[in-house]
């Protein structure tokens, strides 16, 4: 009995001869650009002692810094949370909009798409800037921008979830004449609200950290109290201040992978 021979792939078909040329052609990319932008790649190491000093002064969190960072703390997932759902709740209806197997008119569904590109297109802080100079320093400028945040994010993901759902019920109910607004009720939602109270619960964590930035720009929330303390060289409340956003945006993580086996 003679043994099958097992084909032989030629050279340019061998996974490690292709891995080394992805390499060399992602590591000349990153030279050429390193040198286009003038990025200085040495300083990095040059400057590491500095990045292990400012670890250093960071390990010795300031506890008694605690109840003084609560309330901002608090502040900022009231925050998050409002400007999360505010933005959600537009989002829906304008990624069912934007949604290919559910809008057949291409010109509305590229224009919602369209709205749904230049919201997105704005960064986070450029509109924190405009809305403090509208509406002030606090939290309302805050809660505007992650609104606005929110909904460009959800919108997008809710829609390309949208268009991967099972259509035989949709089609099953239009057959008994069902009206849009109940196929979507009964036949759209039940199938995506799993990914939709994930992308939730994401953009919320997303929003937690990001509320901390924007406290830069007086927009109230904790990053106010983080501006103050890197600004005085306080590393150790600054640490206190990163040690607490960690721990709600671990606690938000938990609650989204519990909410996620309950829904399976």
Do not use: C
Not at 83 to 106: D, E, K, M
Not at 236 to 254: F, Q, R
């Amino acid at each position: 009995m003679t043994t099958p021979e097992i084909p032989q792939r030629s050279w340019s078909q061998r996974w490690h001869v292709k891995a080394v040329g992805w390499t060399v052609l992602l590591v000349a990319l990153l030279v050429g650009s390193s040198r286009m932008t003038g990025v200085d790649v040495g300083m990095f190491f040059s400057n590491f002692d500095q990045f292990t000093n400012l670890l250093v002064r960071m390990s010795q969190p300031a506890w008694s810094y605690v109840p003084i960072i609560i309330q901002p703390l608090y502040e900022t997932i009231q925050m998050a949370i409002l400007g999360t759902t505010i933005g959600t709740v537009f989002a829906v209806p304008f990624a069912v909009l934007a949604a290919s197997n559910l809008v057949h008119n291409q010109w509305l569904r590229g224009f919602i798409r369209l709205i749904l590109d230049l919201v997105r297109t704005l960064p986070d802080l450029l509109l924190a800037a405009i809305f403090v100079a509208i509406f002030g320093i606090g939290s309302t400028a805050g809660v505007i921008t992650l609104a606005i945040f929110s909904f460009g994010m959800i919108s997008k993901l809710f829609y390309e979830v949208i268009e991967t759902i099972d259509m035989g019920p949709l089609e099953a109910m239009e057959s008994v004449g069902a009206s849009k607004v109940t196929i979507i009720w009964y036949a759209v939602l039940p199938q995506i609200m799993n990914q939709f109270v994930s992308y939730f619960l994401y953009t919320l964590e997303i929003n937690v950290r990001a509320s901390t930035v924007l406290g830069y720009l007086g927009a109230g929330g904790i990053g106010v109290f983080l501006q103050r303390s890197l600004s005085e060289f306080d590393y150790g409340k600054t640490a206190v201040i990163i040690l607490a956003t960690l721990v709600v945006v671990m606690v938000i993580d938990g609650v989204s992978n519990h909410l996620r086996r309950v829904l399976l």
